[in-house]
């Protein structure tokens, strides 16, 4: 069976950290690229960062920048997002996806989406 699970959501408080997994089955993810991507209500897909294939090189944008991490693990064909500082304004489904590259990482509808996991819930909430 061909699976990405996200796992690692719950209810955070503002300040605080999380850290999410993103763990493939039935394939090889370190053949991947792998982005990162959040949904929140009333706004669109947004796609926030991504991990190469090759060298492992990160990439993220504006507003997590310096606050989350990516990480991969391919011999547990795992990657990972660590997330501190967590704003409300983080509140979202987290997705991870699969691409060849990391070229399109901004926009869902461009990367390649080989696989894509269900997502988990981040609440960043008192």
């Known amino acids: 069976q061909v699976q990405l699970v996200e796992s690692g959501g719950g209810l955070v408080q503002p300040g605080g950290s999380l850290r999410l997994s993103c763990a493939a089955s039935?394939?090889?993810?370190?053949?991947?690229?792998i982005g990162w991507f959040r949904e929140a209500p009333g706004k669109e897909r947004e796609g926030f960062g991504c991990?190469?294939?090759?060298?492992?090189?990160?990439y993220y944008t504006m507003p997590v920048k310096g606050r989350f991490t990516i990480s991969r693990d391919n011999a547990k064909n795992t990657a990972y997002l660590q997330m501190n500082n967590l704003k409300p304004d983080d509140t979202a489904v987290y997705h991870c996806?699969?691409?060849?590259?990391?070229?399109?990482?901004?926009?869902?509808?461009?990367?390649?989406?080989?696989?894509w996991g269900k997502g988990t819930l981040v609440n960043v909430s008192l």
């Open positions: 996806a699969t691409d060849s590259n990391c070229h399109h990482y901004e926009d869902y509808t461009q990367f390649g989406m080989d696989y």
């Open positions: 039935g394939f090889t993810l370190g053949d991947y690229a």
């Open positions: 991990i190469s294939k090759a060298d492992a090189t990160t």
